[in-house]
């Protein structure tokens, strides 16, 4: 047990997850914090788009705005990388709400348009800060039977950033609601100073006797000696990993000698160790999954969307109707994820989105290209969609926020999740940019795309059938193990 923790602060020898609920709490409402990034274009164009408005935006200024937030999202990753594994999990994250409540700030206070360019260049970089951070801190303090569930309810918070700005925002005007948003932001800086650093984290940097305080903090009890030992050997086989992928090591690398701060290091044992590799190619497929989906595109141009496929509904309602049902699905997902398997919800999952894709393309394929007016079945697709955003959120999008928190090794794991947010940042611009291109401009319609969608779930889909293991109750060494057969 840590010296500088008592036994009398523990109720009973079997503990507590009083911590560990309050560090995924405070992780969630960050993460709503992001939601409320992402949703805030659409509402507050709107009102500065009104003839009183306190600033005018031009369709350029309104383009450059809509853009700024992932341009600060794809160079986030890079400060990141330079963060998590010198000054801790934990303090990337509180690091992250000072960004985040400065954005705010300048937006409660902006008088011309380049402080609101500034302003949400700054919130997307604290995004990507926070997303960055979140999956490696949960991963690594949460109980493995803990570890499923709590690690899915961030996408659930994150809609609800996405529902409050679309429901409650147009309401408040921008101004109150930045008030508010940067209350919170004040309100998690303080929250993320209390909460303990990760045990993995820690035993890293060789602060072994600080690394079991914090074990026996967030496990409320003071006998954590078997799971610190576990925490230990992690970190000590992937040290021995190193030393056998450096040929001119003369002896074994053990967890002290495993220095976080060689990036090049990093560099090469996620390429060349066969369970890196596995775990980068596994959530890379997952990414793309996300990526080519088609979900992103209903939120981002669900008004052309719906009111191009006629729906029954008008495209404003339609829209947010999407988003609620989203966020529902989300804590749906919680019991899926808890019962059943990973590699089981990927498959049913990937099988039944794709199906739902290929329904909604043939429809537009009809309307667009055979001229075949088929407006009077257009409840067929409209009921699709809904069915569509069900399936992929219960099932692929659970089981990806799961599995980013599980699959990377620790000494890897801030390395691997930079590439992987560059990655995804990058191409999410070009996904987003050229959908309405491909649509509108070059006139191929909405088909095209998504039967594009369609064979990229399915082609995913087969391949995390076969390199995806099954992660439910396994530790994270039992993990690495896995991958590494």
């Given at each position: 047990m840590a010296k500088d923790v008592k036994k009398a602060e523990y109720s009973s020898p079997e503990g507590s997850h009083k911590w560990e609920y309050l560090c995924a709490l405070f992780c969630a409402i960050s993460?709503?914090?992001?939601?409320?990034?992402q949703g805030w274009n659409s509402p507050s164009l709107v009102e500065f788009g009104a003839p009183d408005s306190r600033i005018s935006l031009s369709v350029?200024?309104?383009?450059?705005?809509?853009?700024?937030?992932?341009?600060?999202?794809?160079?986030?990753?890079?400060?990141?990388?330079?963060?998590?594994?010198?000054?801790g999990r934990r303090n990337s994250l509180l690091l992250s709400m000072v960004p985040m409540t400065v954005s705010w700030g300048l937006i409660l206070i902006a008088e011309h348009v380049t402080v609101l360019i500034a302003?949400?260049?700054?919130?997307?970089?604290?995004?990507?800060?926070?997303?960055?951070?979140?999956?490696?801190?949960?991963?690594?303090?949460?109980?493995?039977?803990?570890?499923?569930?709590?690690?899915?309810?961030?996408?659930i918070t994150y809609n609800f950033g996405n529902v409050f700005m679309f429901a409650v925002a147009p309401y408040l005007g921008v101004r109150i609601t930045a008030g508010v948003c940067m209350a919170v932001a004040i309100c998690l800086l303080i929250s993320f100073w209390v909460i303990p650093e990760s045990p993995y984290f820690l035993v890293m940097v060789n602060k072994v006797d600080q690394a079991e305080a914090a074990l026996e903090k967030l496990r409320g009890k003071p006998d954590v000696s078997d799971e610190l030992e576990m925490i230990k050997t992690t970190?000590?086989?992937?040290?021995?990993?190193?030393?056998?992928?450096?040929?001119?090591?003369?002896?074994?690398k053990t967890s002290s000698e495993v220095n976080p701060n060689?990036?090049?290091?990093?560099?090469?044992?996620?390429?060349?160790?066969?369970?890196?590799?596995?775990?980068?190619s596994i959530v890379i497929i997952?990414?793309?999954?996300?990526?080519?989906?088609?979900?992103?595109?209903?939120?981002?141009?669900?008004?052309?969307?719906?009111?191009?496929?006629?729906?029954?509904?008008?495209?404003?309602?339609?829209?947010?109707?999407?988003?609620?049902?989203?966020?529902?699905?989300?804590?749906?997902?919680?019991?899926?994820?808890?019962?059943?398997?990973?590699?089981?919800?990927?498959?049913?999952?990937?099988?039944?989105?794709?199906?739902?894709?290929?329904?909604?393309?043939?429809?537009?394929?009809?309307?667009?290209?055979?001229?075949?007016?088929?407006?009077g079945f257009s409840v067929i697709p409209f009921?699709?969609?809904?069915?569509?955003?069900?399936?992929?959120?219960v099932g692929l999008g659970v089981v990806q926020g799961v599995i980013v928190t599980e699959i990377f090794a620790t000494d890897i794991k801030a390395l691997a999740i930079c590439i992987i947010s560059v990655f995804g940042s990058t191409m999410s611009i070009f996904t987003i940019k050229y959908y309405l291109v491909v649509v509108k401009s070059w006139g191929l319609g909405h088909s095209i795309p998504f039967f594009f969608f369609m064979i990229s779930i399915w082609l995913g889909t087969a391949l995390l059938s076969r390199l995806l293991p099954e992660t439910k109750g396994k530790t994270l060494l039992e993990i690495q193990r896995t991958l590494n057969d």
């Open positions: 993460t709503a914090c992001v939601g409320s990034v350029d200024d309104a383009s450059t705005l809509s853009a700024a937030p992932s341009v600060g999202h794809a160079l986030s990753p890079i400060f990141s990388v330079l963060t998590v594994d010198r000054i302003a949400r260049a700054l919130a997307g970089f604290a995004s990507g800060l926070i997303l960055y951070s979140i999956p490696m801190y949960k991963g690594e303090i949460l109980s493995t039977n803990l570890r499923g569930p709590l690690s899915t309810v961030g996408g970190v000590r086989e992937k040290g021995k990993t190193l030393a056998k992928v450096k040929k001119n090591s003369s002896e074994e060689k990036w090049s290091d990093a560099f090469v044992r996620l390429f060349t160790v066969r369970g890196n590799v596995k775990a980068f997952f990414n793309l999954m996300q990526l080519f989906s088609g979900l992103g595109k209903f939120v981002t141009y669900g008004h052309i969307m719906f009111g191009d496929m006629r729906s029954p509904i008008t495209p404003g309602i339609s829209t947010t109707m999407f988003v609620v049902l989203q966020s529902i699905c989300g804590v749906v997902g919680l019991g899926t994820v808890t019962r059943y398997g990973r590699r089981q919800l990927v498959i049913i999952s990937g099988v039944l989105s794709g199906i739902c894709l290929c329904i909604i393309a043939s429809y537009f394929y009809l309307l667009e290209h055979m001229k075949i007016d088929v407006t009921c699709t969609v809904y069915i569509f955003v069900v399936v992929q959120t």
